[in-house]
């Protein structure tokens, strides 16, 4: 089978030296070699070297869903092994040779791509959270009230939005703007984040966009970003995420696509070359898409030309790179001058793209590691005494709120965590 064999080469490569341990989150807090890169490049030989699948069963698979796909060993690896890629890659075998499990098969098909049941689902959901949960003091997110099978005892968990982004009135008349002589116009992807748990940034964002005199159009049609049910080995899925967006925003005549989480403008960026750059039928479409796209970070501060207003604000403000845009697509200046031109004082924290423990799914298929992951992470956001942590990746916001809220010891002020563009 062709995909094995890549995986093999890919993996042969690895001559076993064991720099990229050092760098690897998981492998630094459980310090067993399975769950280190090298050792996953190991097992994933082992097991392509059958040619057939077979190796590639459910068991296996326990190892590689404790990966973050942060990315960080591919940096260190003096051979250039993409352990990232292997590992999506053995986990798309697993799924192709297994199956999904029915939870996650629902969740993809039907959850991820808003029209179908996930609005009723999470709309009912969306109801049911004041039973379940109550507001934490201070802190944006709720606490169970009582003991449930799937929140543990103390964690935070994001607050579903009452009115979804993308059902809200003010951004339904953004589905049609008209071109107007001198305006950029931009294509808003919203992304699960923001369209369900974090509205308030879709709302920066329109507002940050509009008032450097460009238009923000969100098109209704759009769909989940596909990186979920990538991260869990469902490409076939993946695929058809990518092609309903391609869909999407084809219908204006845009001068740049953008979207406020990392995650999501790494997978407009580049997942989506991948995924049907090589098809035929969608390569051109996909190119065109691809080219336009930019991180909102990136947009505002180089397309759109940010300027300090000259304000200063109250409070000391540090900066968490997420891994999807430091790493995978090399963004790091263009959030810092945000926040130098924001009016707030800026100290920056030590080893700020350190990953924060919930990406590749990790959060769902093993909570207690990931948020001992985020542990030094929270440590060392605590170090700089900010009150506040900006960040661009709703997924980040999520997890840091719920490490501080646990890490933050109960004398201090547990620091704000935002995105970058609320700071604006
Ligand atoms: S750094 Fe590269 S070559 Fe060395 S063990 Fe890790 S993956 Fe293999
Ligand atoms: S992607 Fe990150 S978590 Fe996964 S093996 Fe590499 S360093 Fe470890």
Redesign the pocket.
Known sequence: MENFKKLLDEAKKCVRCGI??S?????NVLRKES???RG?VALIRERATTGDGAGFGKEFAIDLK?????????G?CPRDVD??KL?LGARTAVVESEGLSVGAGLVFKNFLAPGKLAGLALKTASRLKRLLLKSSVGENGLLRRFSLPIIGKGRLVPNLADIFFLDRPEVKKLARVEAKEGRPRIGFFAGCGINYLMPEVGVATIKAVTDLGADLIIPSKQVCCGMPALSAGDRKTAKELAIKNLNAFEDEDLDYITTSCATCSNALKSVFLELLGDDPEHQERVQRFTSKVRDVTELLANELSYKDKGDKKEGLVTWHDP?HLSRYQGVREEPRELILKSGYAFKGMKNPCK?CGL??G?VFSDYELSIEVTKKKAQNILSTKASIVATACPGCIVQLRDALHRYTPKDELIPKVVHVLELL
Not at 23 to 27: G, I, L, M, Q, R
Not at 66 to 74: H, I, K, N, P
């Open positions: 990229c341990n760098v690897c989150p998981t492998y769950v280190g890169p996953r404790a990966c973050t796909l942060c990315g960080s060993c591919l260190s352990v990232p590992i891994c990953c990406g590749g990790l």
